[in-house]
């Protein structure tokens, strides 16, 4: 049974930074696109940044490019989110998610971690 559990949420004041980790359990993952979401109070879930592996790279929202990094350890089967230069708009509960790259269906969510960015 495949498993994501995010952790390492909370409450950051702006400018601060924070590591989001998601463990994935019950597959390899491999050909996985491997992605954390957010989803703010009132607002549709939005993708944030997304990988497969480390040589194909990365793809992020406008709004966090050069201030978030998503990273694999495919052997750990752990991703990360590093988001530095935090502002009060990141406040979300951020998803991790699993989405197999051609088979319709296997596409994981975990359960969310909370991120609020205040004073």
């Known amino acids: 049974q495949v498993q994501l559990v995010e952790s390492g949420g909370g409450l950051v004041q702006p400018g601060g930074s924070l590591r989001l980790s998601c463990a994935a359990s019950?597959?390899?993952?491999?050909?996985?696109?491997m992605s954390w979401y957010r989803q703010a109070p009132g607002k549709e879930r939005e993708l944030v940044a997304r990988?497969?592996?480390?040589?194909?790279?990365?793809i992020y929202a406008d709004s966090v490019k050069g201030r978030f990094t998503i990273s694999r350890d495919t052997a750990k089967n752990t991703l990360s989110l590093q988001m530095n230069s935090l502002r009060p708009e990141d406040t979300a509960v951020y998803y991790c998610?699993?989405?197999?790259?051609?088979?319709?269906?296997?596409?994981?969510w975990g359960q969310g971690t909370q991120v609020t960015v205040s004073s």
């Open positions: 998610n699993a989405e197999h790259a051609w088979v319709v269906g296997r596409n994981y």
């Open positions: 019950g597959s390899s993952f491999v050909n996985y696109y």
């Open positions: 990988m497969m592996t480390t040589d194909t790279g990365a």
